[in-house]
């Protein structure tokens, strides 16, 4: 599904760069999602820079949405020039929200994504989907749901990223950042 994203961005990003007659290639942001990191994106961002673009992969908290569109709105501060938003799962809201209000930023791409409306969380968006398995494995930092979880390593793979290639699995596996579960609950704030 990365991939995918990667030939989309690809494909389209040339064409948006002609009909603006602007030399100025927009840099590409990549936002990971829940108990990613930012690894996830490697094979997206070598196949990105290869093609000239320049990309940044920012670390998420995974403590509040605020503060992971706080991280993301600072990177993007720290830019000069046009920028596209990609976001997988859980980065789909953090770039939604990171985006709004700003004229930096020509697109946002959602891989997998969730695309919230102001007041959205994950849970009412995830309402009537099948709940992934890997939600009945969760190993709390603290006390159960007041505090961050990881997916248990035992079962990271098997319901997390299934279809990936097993060095990957192993590095995505080891890199987790635990999620404040809160975020599931939190509405989105104004979207762009």
């Given at each position: ?17 002609r ?90 791409v ?22 992934s ?31 990936l290639?097993?060095?990957?699995e ?23």
């Open positions: 599904m990365i991939v995918i994203a990667a030939v989309l961005i690809v494909s389209v990003l040339p064409a948006t760069a009909a603006n007659h602007s030399e100025t290639r927009p840099t590409i942001v990549l936002v990971h999602g829940a108990w990613a990191s930012p690894p996830g994106w490697d094979m997206v961002v070598a196949g990105l820079q290869k093609d000239g673009f320049t990309t940044m992969t920012p670390t998420l908290g995974l403590l509040s949405i605020a503060g992971d569109v706080a991280i993301v709105r600072a990177v993007l501060d720290g830019i000069s020039g046009p920028k596209i938003l990609v976001g997988h799962s859980y980065g789909g809201i953090v770039i939604s929200n990171a985006a709004y209000g700003r004229s930096d930023v020509l697109g946002l959602f891989t997998a994504a969730f695309v919230p409306d102001q007041g959205d969380s994950i849970f009412s968006l995830g309402a009537g989907f099948h709940t398995e890997a939600f009945n494995h969760l190993i709390w930092t603290g006390t159960p749901f007041a505090s961050p979880a990881f997916i248990d390593s035992a079962f990271f793979a098997q319901f997390f990223c299934q279809d290639n097993p060095n990957l192993a590095t995505l596996n080891a890199e987790q950042i635990p999620l404040n579960f809160s975020i599931a609950l939190t509405p989105s704030g104004p979207v762009a």
